[in-house]
């Protein structure tokens, strides 16, 4: 009996019709299995993952293989993207065991939960040195029933391994100029000077290292920095990783050149892509950084979001191509044939030149991913919007790629951060009301009556799934830009709420943070994780937003967590800056302060304009007007207007400049080094 159905999670519901007895995790699926005394197979993915889709269909959905699987063990599915938290502990245990991980995920566990057996795809025949899946079925099957002492020798090995790992945190203290000095000399030598971004192919967009080389920048005024960030930021956004008509970010490039990419889209790369672009326009005024980010904001808006004003989670690779086969990348890619079936002989052959479409192909059986090569010449810019407009028209009467509705509480925070920024750089307020919808969804439905974060929703029905420290990071770190862009301190009060339930539940001694709560369900080890990877880890979008809070009430403990959760970046960020970008940009903010910005004068003038776009590391903003707005702000207490005039305090570390009532003043207080 397959018990998938009625779950929250769109990648379970797609295997709800396997002939497979799938169980979603649950301790009654291991109750099962030790009343049955066979293993459990544990299979973990997500509903846009493509080798997920292939391994269905070749083995999950052939009644064959299903039938020995349910014959010999329990099978449980897991979407990772519901349970990072299984997925974490495991991959720790895949990867110690094989020296590579990834989706799916495939391991064998004893009724306990300990792993003893481990893999991704399988394949259904046996090809490059990879065993075949029914092969792997029956090994295990086999040793189950006669080496069982073996099997419980190697699981108890690898429990006790994984729980023997411990955490460097780098001492006490919390990096200083040298490790950040350190830090930048790395991704130096990692940085690919021809191509732009770090290391070799696939090549994935390293948006929390551009965010640390900006914040660099902003308090160093180093000119290396800035420029690995802008030339990275442009390599991206004229390469095929970027949708040239549509707009967003695919999730990385098989290549270093950002030719080719694997197509899915994730909500949490366009969130950190949208933010960044938006930032690097803030810094140097480009215009194609501002054209990026408002397209990619669009594109969240017009593409991800649901009925109930959050985001969904991805837009799959594969879609059907003209042939009806399921195919990756089918909706995005171009033949000359196709342009010139949409456009014309004349209007074909400008659009094959200005984007990269050639007769070979860029991409698979002569077709081609659309980018910016650069090398057609001066263009006419109202041709380039009507043959792309044209194009993008004909593009929608293609099959679509599938969605995944289930809205995850992290990554709509990250979401609710870049387009309310966006929104209030770029004076678009309808970005910023969407930033305010997501939030208010992420208040009624994943905080809800029980006041402890959901991780997902769906259909604006809370998942049953606990959230993890990135969800009260990254969610409280949305609810933190939203409150200094609309001056609506109950945003500040939220994320308060949230950071509370963090150090509470999430910490450690030392300053070490947990990726569960204390009173999560227990898994064979708790899962603990400092490094950045396709998003910031928990560890530092907590510490993020613990130092931004504290920088918006003064209060010492949250300050204390910030700086204890900073320790891991001292050890780390010397070492492997590029997996802790997002902790090095919050060490930025640190070196800096941050500056708290108070503007007592209206939400939206001037003043609160020049504040939103100084470029201090992680500067808080708080601006209103009235007697009442301290009572929402802490920074705004004993604030008067100057002259009857809006006025702007800047402060740091207990220190205040004088007020100015003179935009062009703020602007330079927030333009250089920090002072005291």
């Not at 295997?15 to 007895?21: C, R």
């Not at 005024?285 to 991800?304: C, H, K, N, P, Q």
Request: glycine residues 12%; contains cysteine.
């Amino acid at each position: 009996m397959n018990r998938l159905a009625g779950v929250t999670s769109p990648y379970l519901l797609q295997h709800a019709d396997n002939p497979v007895d799938w169980w979603p995790w649950s301790p009654e699926a291991f109750e099962e299995a030790r009343r049955r005394d066979v293993p459990v197979l544990l299979s973990v993915g997500y509903a846009s993952c493509h080798w997920c889709h292939v391994m269905a269909h070749e083995s999950f959905e052939d009644d064959a293989t299903a039938a020995y699987m349910n014959e010999h063990f329990v099978s449980v599915k897991v979407d990772r993207e519901e349970r990072p938290d299984v997925d974490a502990v495991y991959m720790e245990a895949v990867q110690a065991a094989t020296g590579h991980g990834g989706w799916p995920m495939t391991v064998f566990l004893t009724a306990d939960g300990e792993p003893f057996y481990f893999g991704t795809y399988f394949p259904p025949e046996a090809r490059h040195g990879s065993p075949s899946f029914r092969q792997v079925l029956e090994g295990v099957a086999a040793a189950w029933k006669d080496r069982r002492d073996e099997v419980a020798e190697v699981a108890g090995r690898i429990v006790a391994d994984l729980a023997g790992r411990s955490l460097v945190h780098g001492g006490d203290g919390v990096p200083g100029e040298s490790e950040v000095a350190q830090a930048l000399l790395g991704l130096t030598r990692e940085y690919d000077e021809q191509h732009g971004g770090f290391g070799g192919a696939p090549k994935f967009p390293p948006s929390m290292a551009v965010e640390f080389l900006l914040r660099h920048y902003a308090r160093t005024g180093s000119e290396g920095a800035l420029q690995m960030a802008a030339d990275t930021c442009a390599a991206m956004a004229r390469g095929g990783i970027y949708d040239q008509l549509g707009g967003g970010f695919a999730r990385y490039s098989v290549d270093r050149e950002w030719i080719v990419p694997h197509f899915e889209k994730m909500l949490y790369d366009n969130a950190l892509l949208c933010r960044v672009y938006a930032h690097l326009w803030r810094a140097t005024g480009s215009d194609e950084a501002r054209r990026i980010a408002l397209e990619t904001a669009d594109f969240m808006v017009r593409e991800l979001r649901t009925a109930e004003g959050g985001f969904a989670s991805a837009l799959d690779a594969d879609s059907e191509d003209a042939d009806g086969r399921h195919v990756e990348g089918a909706y995005y890619v171009w033949t000359p044939a196709q342009l010139r079936e949409v456009l014309g002989e004349d209007d074909a052959a400008f659009a094959a030149a200005y984007y990269g479409v050639t007769e070979d192909g860029t991409f698979e059986e002569g077709a081609s991913v659309l980018r910016l090569p650069g090398d057609a010449g001066p263009v006419d810019a109202d041709r380039v919007a009507d043959v792309r407009a044209r194009l993008l028209a004909a593009r929608e009467q293609r099959p679509r790629p599938g969605r995944d509705d289930k809205v995850v509480a992290a990554w709509n925070g990250l979401a609710v951060a870049a387009l309310a920024e966006t929104g209030a750089y770029f004076d678009r307020p309808d970005l910023v009301e969407r930033a305010t919808e997501a939030a208010d969804l992420l208040v009624r439905v994943h905080l809800g009556e029980v006041a402890r974060l959901t991780r997902t929703s769906k259909d604006g029905r809370a998942g049953d799934n606990a959230g993890v420290l990135e969800d009260y990071g990254d969610v409280a770190e949305g609810f933190l830009a939203l409150a200094a862009v609309t001056g609506e301190g109950a945003w500040l009060e939220f994320a308060g709420f949230l950071l509370d339930i963090v150090l509470e539940q999430f910490t450690g001694e030392g300053g070490q943070l947990y990726d569960t709560a204390h009173d999560a369900e227990q898994l064979i080890r708790r899962p603990q994780d400092p490094t950045d990877s396709a998003t910031p880890s928990g560890w530092t979008a907590a510490a993020g937003a613990l130092l931004s809070y504290a920088a918006y009430t003064g209060s010492e403990p949250h300050r204390t967590a910030a700086e204890g959760a900073l320790g891991v970046v001292k050890a780390l960020g010397p070492r492997v800056p590029r997996f802790v970008g997002w902790g090095l940009a919050v060490a930025e903010a640190l070196l800096d302060g941050p500056r708290e910005v108070a503007v007592a004068g209206p939400v939206g003038g001037e003043l609160h304009r020049t504040a939103l776009l100084g470029r201090a590391p992680g500067a808080v903003v708080a601006a209103g007007e009235g007697p009442g707005a301290g009572a929402e702000f802490p920074l705004l207490v004993d604030r008067p207007l100057v002259g009857g005039q809006p006025t702007a305090y800047v402060c740091r570390h207990f220190v205040c400049s004088a007020p100015t009532t003179d935009a062009g003043e703020l602007a330079a207080a927030l333009a250089g080094p920090a002072g005291g």
